[in-house]
Each structure stands twice: as C-alpha cells, then as structure tokens.
C-alpha cells in the first residue's frame, strides 16, 4: 500500500462495500481494507457523517486503494454535493496509520 493519499479512499456509509452506493466505485481495481478513522459520526438528512477530530472515538470505516480512485473523485464530489467535503485525515490500518481521503459531512446531527 503506497502513502499516496489520492489514491486512498475512506468510506463508512452508503458507498462501503454492500452499501447502496457501492456500486460508485465497484469498476475500480484496488484494496479494500478495514480501517478506524478518529471523530464523530452522526447522520444528515438520514445518510452517515463524519466529522474528524483526532481526540474523538474510533469509528471503523473502509479504506479503498486504486491508482484508478482520481480518475473518479470529479464524479464522487458531484454525487456527494456540497453537504460533503473531500478531506485529507488519517486512518489506523491494523497497527500503521495512513493519510487518506475521506468526505467528511459539513453537518452532523
């Protein structure tokens, strides 16, 4: 697994793998690992958010790695819309941390 955080993905709602967005990065050949990412989970308008806070408690989410993840990001913003920003944070995979991308939600309930 490369440090390269565009090429990283960390999901923890719809598009995880079974979620109902799954199918948004289906055609994508990478890694799926299980990771915790560090903040506060809630929800928007009925859909997961997260919210980073390197004190907050550890939630676990997905971590996709895909030299294909940039050519999508355009079209992952899009379906995110503005409720939800593209960040750049850390994520614990087994015993290492990586930087990786991750939409944060702009409010959580």
Known sequence: MTDNPE???IVYGSLAPGGANAFLLAGLIGEWRR????????????????RYDPQGPAH????LSSADL????????????EEYAR??????????W??????A???VD
């Open 7 to 9: 090429t990283k993905l």
């Open 35 to 50: 990771c915790h990412i560090r903040g506060h989970m809630g929800r928007y308008r009925g859909f997961k958010s997260f």
């Open 60 to 63: 676990p989410a997905w971590l």
């Open 70 to 81: 940039p050519r999508v990001l355009p079209d992952l913003d899009d379906f995110e819309g």
């Open 87 to 96: 960040r750049i944070i850390p994520a614990r995979v087994n015993d290492r």
């Open 98 to 103: 990586v930087m990786a991308q991750v939409y």
């Open 105 to 107: 939600g702009r409010y």
